[in-house]
C-alpha cells in the first residue's frame, strides 16, 4: 500500500553536502513516522536518522548528531534529510522507511514496515 521513492544522493567531496527526499505514495503522510537508514555491501543496515509523525520529535545516530537534519512535510508527502560535513564513512546507499507502530524512535529496522529502494551516496576524498 505504501511506496517510497528516495532521490538526492550522488558523489562529493569529504567537507560537502547533500539532501536526500523521500516521497510517500499510497498512504497519509501523518500516520507513519519515518525512518533513514544506511547500508554498506556486507555490513548491516544502519540507523541514521527518525522523525515522529508530525515532524516535532526527531531522534539520531550518534555518528550523524550535530551534521544531519532530518525534517518532513507532511502537505507534500515527503521526508528529507539534509546531511552536511559529510565524511567517507558516510559512503552507503541510504533507505526511507515507514513506521506506523509507536517504537521509531529505536532506532531498529525491524521496526519499519516498508522500504524504498534506496539512492546511493559516495564521498570521496
Known amino acids: 500500500q505504501v511506496h517510497l521513492v528516495e532521490s538526492g544522493g550522488g558523489l562529493v567531496q569529504a567537507g560537502g553536502s547533500l539532501r536526500l527526499s523521500c516521497v510517500g505514495l499510497g498512504a497519509t503522510a501523518s500516520s507513519y513516522a519515518m525512518g533513514w537508514f544506511r547500508q554498506v555491501p556486507g555490513k548491516e543496515r544502519e540507523f541514521v536518522a527518525a522523525?515522529?509523525?508530525?515532524?516535532?520529535?526527531?531522534h539520531y545516530a550518534d555518528s550523524v548528531q550535530g551534521r544531519f537534519i532530518i525534517s518532513r512535510d507532511n502537505s507534500k508527502n515527503t521526508v528529507y534529510l539534509q546531511m552536511n560535513s559529510l565524511k567517507q564513512v558516510d559512503t552507503a546507499i541510504y533507505y526511507c522507511a515507514a513506521d506506523d507502530g509507536s517504537n521509531w524512535w529505536r532506532g531498529d529496522e525491524r521496526e519499519y514496515d516498508y522500504w524504498g529502494q534506496g539512492t546511493q551516496v559516495t564521498v570521496s576524498s
Open positions: 522523525i515522529g509523525w508530525t515532524g516535532t520529535a526527531k
